[in-house]
């Protein structure tokens, strides 16, 4: 059992930045991977970026350059450092996280608007 809450949402300008915030709690022995996706009005759930417990990074292509998925062990968090946001990135943004016996867990989502 995992729990994951998100923070760090807003409101910004575009070309402005957020930071997200992911921390996890339970059994977090059992990932193996951590992951943000984005979900617009009308629109399926997508993936954004990933990390795995070995550090190795995936984005989708229209982030690339622009957005970075971190972890602090410490604190158990993963982080997703928005820079440039853009209209199109609006969304509702989840945390999932990968368990080593795959099962996948999601936090609440936290509200992402990029307007002028």
């Known amino acids: 059992q995992v729990q994951l809450v998100e923070s760090g949402g807003g409101l910004v300008q575009p070309g402005g930045s957020l930071r997200l915030s992911c921390a996890a709690s339970?059994?977090?022995?059992?990932?193996?991977?951590m992951g943000w996706y984005r979900q617009a009005p009308g629109k399926q759930r997508d993936l954004v970026a990933t990390?795995?417990?070995?550090?190795?990074?995936n984005y989708r292509d229209s982030v690339k350059g622009r957005f970075t998925i971190s972890r602090d062990n410490a604190k158990n968090t993963v982080y997703l450092q928005m820079n440039s946001l853009k209209p199109e990135d609006t969304a509702v943004y989840y945390c999932?996280?990968?368990?080593?016996?795959?099962?996948?867990?999601w936090g609440q989502g936290t509200q992402v608007t990029v307007s002028s």
């Open positions: 999932n996280a990968g368990s080593r016996i795959g099962v996948d867990y």
């Open positions: 990390i795995t417990s070995g550090g190795s990074t």
């Open positions: 339970g059994s977090i022995f059992s990932i193996y991977a």
